[in-house]
């Protein structure tokens, strides 16, 4: 039971910081793009992650999506360590990169407390439903 509850509280939270910046993204709200420029990123970026992030928690949260999830999950790590990785080049505050290092906490803690039924299962071993071979 502890586990939902932490499954649901990391993916909340995730939740509430990718739908907000996704969409600020999308608009290309003036602070976005001074954050883009600043890491040395072309303004067209901005929207290019804001569909990315938003896709990304649809999937998460959309329960019939056991591959697209885990490629979610994984794009959103991509996104999370690219993201410091950028802040460190240019030498922001360590308060900058550490908000991309507490995301990608919310980020593993839902992956790793998600439901069973959101995982994917292992190989179908022959003559079970699911295996093509048989």
Known sequence: ?????????????????L??????DLLRIRAVLEILQRLGYPS???P???????LAISAIFY?????????????????LVGA???HCVVHDPVTVMAASVL??????????LRPAQYRLQGRPQAGQAGDISA
């Open 44 to 46: 067209y970026v901005a």
């Open 19 to 24: 739908v907000p910046s996704g969409a600020f």
């Open 103 to 112: 995301v990608l906490g919310f980020a593993a803690g839902s992956y790793l």
């Open 48 to 54: 290019i992650l804001g569909t990315g992030k938003l």
């Open 63 to 79: 329960p019939r999506t056991r591959i697209l999830r885990e490629w979610a999950y994984a794009g959103i790590t991509f996104l």
């Open 1 to 17: 039971m502890t586990r939902g509850y932490g499954y649901w509280i990391f993916t909340v939270l995730l939740a509430l910081w």
């Open 84 to 86: 410091f990785l950028s």
